[in-house]
């Protein structure tokens, strides 16, 4: 997965937690989608939220208008 900064980062890393393509943002996002399927539980699911260290109030980089 490629990003361009745009000028809003300095680093790729930076970009990519940002545009939500780094690790821990994909883990999450297939956690979330088996839990949808009920193939995870809710508790376990948001435990991971919180090990993941993912940023609750994080604007959402493509907002929906």
């Given at each position: 997965?490629?990003t361009d900064g745009f000028g809003r980062s300095s680093s790729r890393k930076e970009l990519r937690e940002y545009?939500?393509?780094?690790?821990?943002?994909?883990?999450?996002?297939?956690?979330?989608?088996?839990?949808?399927?009920?193939?995870?539980?809710?508790?376990?699911?948001?435990?991971?939220?919180?090990?993941?260290?993912?940023?609750?109030?994080?604007?959402?980089?493509?907002?929906?208008?």
């Amino acid at each position: 997965l490629g990003t361009d900064g745009f000028g809003r980062s300095s680093s790729r890393k930076e970009l990519r937690e940002y545009y939500e393509i780094d690790a821990a943002s994909i883990v999450y996002a297939s956690l979330y989608e088996l839990r949808r399927r009920g193939q995870f539980d809710t508790a376990a699911l948001k435990k991971a939220y919180g090990d993941l260290k993912l940023n609750r109030d994080k604007q959402h980089p493509f907002p929906l208008y």
